[in-house]
């Protein structure tokens, strides 16, 4: 069946890294645009970025410009997410979600990976 | 960026009752290009709803979307004991995409 599949949890300290991925399966992984979300704990949700089915192209929320990089693999079906210099209020789950078009909605979401940022 | 403004923000309701959700966005969303989530306690969204009146796939009919411009209605029928949830209205047809705050459907 169609699927997403994340990583596990992650717990950093303030100014780290932290790359997260998601594994595609049960569909054509090269024909879709994958997106990244975001939720703080008892939040709303929050979109980060999205990027094309070749990798080739991204575009960011201009809240993470400069912090954040999203690559996919091809040859896996995964796609990454990475974002830097973390602080505390950068804790939450993430989600990958994909993009039924380059205008279309988000009808495939992983699972959530959470990410805790603490000293 | 089109900032979308959901009401109310919790909706007291018993199973079998109607319940209407509202989505209003600060500029027109272009083409209809609306959709609604529902979420529940530690699960990822779902879709239930694309471009404004479209059901995802497996939505059953009791969910129904409706609007264009800048005004969009999510209304279930009737309530479910599993469609008590956080339900999102969502517009992708601009960068940023962007969510509404969120309407918690709860149990009266």
């Known amino acids: 069946q169609v699927q997403l599949v994340q990583s596990g949890a992650e717990v950093k300290k303030p100014g780290a890294s932290v790359k997260v991925s998601c594994k595609a399966s049960g569909y054509t992984f090269s024909s879709y645009y994958m997106h990244w979300v975001r939720q703080a704990p008892g939040q709303g949700l929050e979109w980060m970025g999205i990027i094309n089915p070749s990798g080739d192209s991204t575009s960011y929320a201009q809240k993470f410009q400069g912090r954040v990089t999203m690559t996919r693999d091809t040859s896996t079906s995964t796609v990454y997410m990475e974002l830097s210099s973390l602080r505390s209020e950068d804790t939450a789950v993430y989600y990958c979600?994909?993009?039924?078009?380059?205008?279309?909605?988000?009808?495939?979401w992983g699972q959530g990976t959470m990410v805790t940022v603490s000293s | 960026e089109i900032v979308l403004t959901q009401s109310p923000g919790t909706l007291s309701l018993s199973p079998g009752e109607r319940a209407t959700l509202s989505c209003r966005a600060s500029?027109?969303?272009?083409?209809?290009?609306l959709a609604w989530y529902q979420q529940k306690p530690g699960q990822a969204p779902r879709l239930l709803i694309y471009g404004a009146s479209s059901r995802a796939t497996g939505i059953p009919d009791r969910f129904s979307g409706s609007g264009s411009g800048t005004d969009f209605t999510l209304t279930i029928t009737r309530l479910e004991p599993e469609d008590f949830a956080v339900y999102y209205c969502?517009?992708?047809?601009?960068?940023?995409?962007?969510f509404g705050q969120g309407t918690k459907v709860e149990i009266k």
């Open positions: 979600a994909r993009g039924t078009a380059r205008l279309g909605a988000f009808d495939i």
């Open positions: 969502q517009q992708y047809g601009s960068s940023p995409r962007t």
């Open positions: 500029q027109s969303v272009s083409s209809s290009y």
